[in-house]
């Protein structure tokens, strides 16, 4: 049985936890490069500004913060002050956190139109996530000579609540999503399928990351072991909640709050449009007779078969075009040819 409380166990843990949070100080780099393009846009004035966006820039760079202050508190060699440094650093990281829930609930707000009966229930638990996260500043570090900066001291019991908090936050928000994209009255568009087919993925992760961070928080080993999943929670949750901003920012130019429509009005006008063809008239000349040039007109009216007339369905196809397809006609030269 190990003893997670000895001073062999913690200087062990203490050298993982330095070397995991380098690891993911290059991850979250990576993917705030790769993506920074995506905020030069908005940043030089080619994207318009909306206010779903002030969340999601808070999101990436509150956690890019903590994560270049956790930096420096693992490589500090002179003396600082480790308790402001790290109150820092949890203040960044657990904003991080509470904008990443909030941007998944601008999501699920989207899909469900706005509609107030989901509006405020998400408003009220936004509210009470983010009484906890504030309350949730409670990790004590301090100067060890030989060791630099040290976490000597965490409240589990405020910060498990946090995070089951979070977790069953998630859980809401990713249950209201799987439902209203399951089971869409007008049929599916095409915004659905992209967040039912990558983007709802995006919550499951968000959910498992801090299922993980609670898991720890409560087993209680040690001060080090007891928020170890903090920060992973606290980037998979960033990461996630911002390709799902970015993607639907990119799939629609009416901005990352709006959801549009099915495509099935659309389709359906178009329908309507294509029902009014008719055929165009064509004039042919008849055989000459002995008495002079007889010029006969012939109408070709529409079919009275209503099947012959051309749609399409949901996917562009053309229905009911087997007996009748304008564009398959052969143009004759008669239309060429002026009447004499």
């Known amino acids: 049985m190990v003893d997670w409380m000895s001073p062999t166990e913690l200087a062990k843990d203490a050298k993982a936890f330095d070397r995991f949070m380098h690891t993911l100080l290059g991850l979250y780099i ?34 890019l913060f903590a994560l270049i202050g956790i930096s420096i508190a693992l490589n500090v060699t002179t003396e600082v002050n480790c308790q402001g440094l790290y109150t820092f650093n949890q203040c960044f990281g657990n904003a991080a956190i509470g904008l990443a829930s909030i941007n998944l609930s601008l999501r699920t707000m989207a899909v469900w139109t706005r509609r107030w009966y989901i509006v405020v229930p998400l408003v009220l638990i936004i509210l009470g996530h983010w009484s906890l996260l504030l309350h949730g500043i409670l990790l004590k570090a301090a100067w060890v000579p030989g060791q630099g900066c040290v976490i000597i001291e965490t409240d589990s019991t405020i910060l498990a609540a946090t995070f089951i908090y979070s977790m069953v936050f998630d859980f809401v928000v990713l249950s209201l999503t799987a439902f209203k994209l399951l089971s869409p009255p007008t049929g599916r568009s095409r915004l659905v399928e992209l967040i039912f087919n990558d983007g709802l993925i995006y919550f499951v992760i968000a959910f498992l990351a801090n299922l993980i961070a609670t898991i720890f928080m409560l087993l209680n080993l040690n001060a080090i072991m007891s928020i170890i999943a903090n920060v992973p929670a606290a980037i998979a949750s960033t990461i996630v909640a911002c390709r799902i901003v970015r993607r639907l920012n990119n799939f629609t130019s009416q901005g990352p709050e709006m959801f549009p429509t099915t495509t099935q009005g659309s389709t359906i006008a178009f329908r309507s449009n294509l029902s009014g063809i008719r055929p165009k008239i064509s004039t042919k000349v008849s055989a000459m007779k002995s008495e002079g040039v007889h010029v006969q007109m012939e109408t070709f009216e529409s079919p009275t078969d209503k099947s012959a007339y051309m749609g399409y369905d949901v996917s562009g196809k053309v229905v009911g075009a087997d007996s009748y397809d304008p564009e398959a006609q052969v143009i004759s030269d008669e239309f060429m040819r002026p009447p004499y």
């Open 30 to 63: 990576w993917e705030w490069v790769v993506s920074l393009d995506f905020d030069w846009q908005y940043i030089s004035g080619k994207k318009k500004f909306r206010w779903p966006m002030f969340f999601y820039f808070l999101n990436r760079y509150c956690l």
